[in-house]
């Protein structure tokens, strides 16, 4: 026996379907979507106040020595204040750098590589040394 729908019952299977659809194509899209896209950028903040510093993509390296342990090499820098240059005896040798403070709380997070004297150094000029102990991770 062949069953007849009436208008109203067939609306609602295909409305049903059509969500179905949606609902499926929804989940598929989600499962593919980066966590970055998520959650937002990795980055660094100041370990005192949350103020954000630095992006995770930003780290050239991070097998660098601060005052204070470890530090990362960072490409950039941002909510961050420069001081004043000045003449620096560091393992690497002589350099002209500036501390890098926190532009809410004012810590010294680390300091920004000026100039290098060695050409063997000169990479470094421009870069930003964050320490690990003044930094946190967010978004990981």
């Not at 005052?67 to 005896?89: T, W, Y």
Request: charged fraction near 20%.
């Amino acid at each position: 026996m062949m069953q007849l729908f009436t208008q109203t019952q067939l609306f609602g299977n295909v409305c049903y379907i059509v969500c179905w659809c949606i609902q499926e194509l929804v989940r598929v899209f989600i499962s593919y979507l980066p966590m970055a896209e998520l959650v937002g950028p990795r980055l660094y903040s100041c370990c005192n106040c949350r103020n954000q510093v630095a992006l995770h993509d930003d780290v050239i390296s991070k097998s660098f020595q601060g005052r204070n342990g470890r530090a990362f090499l960072f490409s950039h820098a941002m909510n961050i204040m420069v001081g004043p240059k000045e003449d620096r005896q560091l393992m690497t040798g002589l350099h002209t750098v500036a501390d890098v403070y926190c532009c809410d709380c004012r810590e010294v997070l680390g300091w920004k590589y000026e100039r290098a004297y060695e050409e063997t150094q000169k990479y470094k000029e421009g870069k930003f040394i964050l320490e690990k102990s003044k930094i946190v991770m967010e978004n990981w």
